[in-house]
């Protein structure tokens, strides 16, 4: 009689442990974008010919380079989050991000038309995320003439309050986004119109 409860003793005890399995594993992998949900407006008063550039490879500091949220506490110390990650390498999603706004609110595209582009490097020197507090971004950038004349560099501080959760502060970084765009495709166009400035 024993013998015939051992299998369903031992069915019982393994659907116990896939349970428990299941209880102590991680919660899903959270990915967030910079781009945003519908595809940006096209500016009505942006000039009919596309202004080209050749925007060069995005430089980040090494810390925030890497697949998972690196976060700043509130003692200033810093934790890598496993389950906050980017949908794509964060200079690809920040690339994206840059570009689709330029097309859209300047005429600014990348790639090589009748006259040589403009070259665009930036530089992240800070990427912070704050929870429940703010998304930092701190960058400076540079516009090459295709002339060859002075290049005009500029910097920036970007600061979006981020309340609530880890999405609010993904929405955060996008709007830090768009108004990194704009700046520098402000500074592309006074560039291209010949009263360089970067922009206040």
Do not use: K, Y
Request: hydrophobic share 50%.
């Amino acid at each position: 009689m024993t013998e015939r409860f051992l299998p369903l003793a031992a069915v019982a005890l393994a659907a116990l442990l896939a349970l428990a399995a299941c209880s102590t594993s991680p919660p899903p992998t959270r990915l967030h974008t910079l781009m945003p949900a519908e595809p940006t407006p096209r500016d009505p008063a942006v000039r009919a010919a596309p202004l080209f550039v050749v925007l060069e490879p995005i430089r980040l500091p090494a810390q925030v380079d890497q697949p998972q949220w690196l976060v700043r506490l509130p003692d200033e110390s810093l934790a890598s989050l496993e389950q906050e990650r980017w949908a794509s390498p964060l200079r690809d999603e920040l690339r994206q991000a840059l570009l689709e706004q330029l097309g859209a609110r300047f005429g600014i595209v990348e790639g090589r038309g009748a006259t040589p582009p403009l070259r665009v490097a930036l530089e992240l020197r800070r990427f912070d995320s704050v929870p429940g507090r703010e998304a930092r971004i701190e960058a400076a950038w540079s516009v090459v003439p295709a002339n060859a004349g002075a290049t005009l560099r500029c910097t920036l501080l970007v600061r979006e309050g981020a309340s609530g959760g880890m999405p609010e502060l993904a929405a955060a970084h996008r709007r830090a986004a768009v108004r990194l765009a704009a700046a520098i495709g402000a500074s592309v166009v006074a560039l291209q119109a010949g009263s360089p400035a970067c922009p206040a």
